[in-house]
């Protein structure tokens, strides 16, 4: 049996398809590859906004909740302020009138 010859020719003819045939593949895979790698930034992209913006609401309510606690005892002390301002208003009302000898009048 003889063996067989190759030929250079075919060699690089097959070669040269090869090649083109993998460079044409690439260029059609190209904008697809190109689509993914911006979706995967855009995502990436969402995901760090959502992190900060769950960290935001996170400090946000913490400081409610503490500045909550503050308003509660701050308006408790509104609270008895005004409760004294209209026990001394009600006495110095009924002090007036009674200097002044006129009889209270209710509307």
Same mark, same amino acid.
Do not use: H
């Given at each position: 049996?003889? !063996?067989? !010859?190759?030929?250079? #020719? !075919?060699?690089?003819?097959?070669?040269?398809?090869?090649?083109? !045939? %993998?460079?044409?593949? %690439?260029?059609?895979?190209?904008?697809?590859?190109? %689509?993914?790698? #911006?979706?995967?930034?855009?995502?990436? #992209?969402?995901?760090?906004?959502?992190?900060?913006?769950?960290?935001?609401?996170?400090?946000?309510?913490?400081?409610?909740?503490?500045?909550?606690?503050?308003?509660?005892?701050?308006?408790?002390?509104?609270?008895?302020?005004?409760?004294?301002?209209?026990?001394?208003?009600? #006495?110095?009302?009924?002090?007036?009138?009674?200097?002044?000898?006129?009889?209270?009048?209710?509307?």
């Amino acid at each position: 049996m003889p !063996v067989p !010859v190759i030929d250079p #020719s !075919v060699i690089l003819g097959k070669t040269a398809l090869g090649l083109l !045939v %993998a460079g044409v593949g %690439a260029l059609l895979l190209w904008p697809f590859k190109e %689509a993914r790698k #911006s979706w995967k930034e855009l995502k990436n #992209s969402i995901n760090s906004t959502r992190a900060e913006l769950i960290l935001q609401r996170t400090n946000c309510l913490t400081t409610l909740q503490e500045d909550g606690k503050e308003q509660v005892k701050l308006l408790g002390k509104m609270a008895e302020t005004l409760g004294d301002i209209k026990v001394e208003l009600a #006495s110095q009302t009924g002090y007036l009138q009674a200097s002044s000898g006129r009889p209270r009048t209710k509307k």
